[in-house]
T-cell receptor, first 112, second 116 residues
Framework: GQQVMQIPQYQHVQEGEDFTTYCNSSTTLSNIQWYKQRPGGHPVFLIQLVKSGEVKKQKRLTFQFGEAKKNSSLHITATQTTDVGTYFCAGTPTGGGNKLTFGTGTQLKVEL | GAVVSQHPSRVICKSGTSVKIECRSLDFQATTMFWYRQFPKQSLMLMATSNEGSKATYEQGVEKDKFLINHASLTLSTLTVTSAHPEDSSFYIC????????????FGSGTRLTVV
């Protein structure tokens, strides 16, 4: 079945440093979504990318969807303590309806 | 925006008993609801998809008779963990597809189930 892997699994950064998580799917995706889950909380939708090579920005967050629509990345510039949490990518396979497969997640910790 | 209300947030039950978890879409109609399970420090694993007015679709390896799903109306989906055992202890979360192109999926706040 479809597998979605993320690296790194964990990342500790100092406040102000940049952070990137990479997402790779074993199958081509019709779209990729990104979610943030705070400790003890539930996933919260951040963004959706649909087009090959698409790049979207939300303030300090930059999201990319690969040309082959099998990989994606999330980059945070100048991290803040409020960025702490686990970031998940999630995708639906091409022709696979609306069922989301979540990536393995990257846990981000930001230290002062 | 879309809101999914999930109850209870925490439940402790004895082995062998059943627990019902409810998810309600408050300001929209959810014809489909996804049920996930998440173990500590792990990702979300899709258990089943509930569809209003029809049988749920279960993922491979998920016991249908143990995890009963009912989607009785356009705003309510329930998951019942029957004859619970300690290994069923987990975080259960429901989600509904968003309406519109960029809304993503809306998640309930989750239910922390502990079976003792």
């Amino acid at each position: 079945g479809q597998q979605v892997m993320q690296i790194p699994q964990y990342q500790h950064v100092q406040e102000g440093e940049d952070f990137t998580t990479y997402c790779n799917s074993s199958t081509t995706l019709s779209n990729i979504q990104w979610y943030k889950q705070r400790p003890g909380g539930h996933p919260v939708f951040l963004i959706q990318l649909v087009k090959s090579g698409e790049v979207k920005k939300q303030k300090r967050l930059t999201f990319q969807f690969g040309e082959a629509k099998k990989n994606s990345s999330l980059h945070i510039t100048a991290t803040q303590t409020t960025d702490v949490g686990t970031y998940f990518c999630a995708g639906t396979p091409t022709g696979g309806g609306n069922k989301l497969t979540f990536g393995t997640g990257t846990q981000l910790k930001v230290e002062l | 925006g879309a809101v999914v209300s999930q109850h209870p947030s925490r439940v402790i039950c004895k082995s062998g008993t059943s627990v019902k978890i409810e998810c309600r879409s408050l300001d929209f109609q959810a014809t489909t609801m996804f049920w996930y399970r998440q173990f500590p420090k792990q990702s979300l694993m899709l258990m089943a998809t509930s569809n209003e007015g029809s049988k749920a679709t279960y993922e491979q390896g998920v016991e249908k008779d143990k995890f009963l799903i009912n989607h009785a109306s356009l705003t309510l989906s329930t998951l019942t963990v029957t004859s619970a055992h300690p290994e069923d202890s987990s975080f259960y979360i429901c989600s509904a597809p968003g309406s519109g192109f960029n809304y993503g999926y809306t998640f309930g706040s989750g239910t922390r189930l502990t079976v003792v």
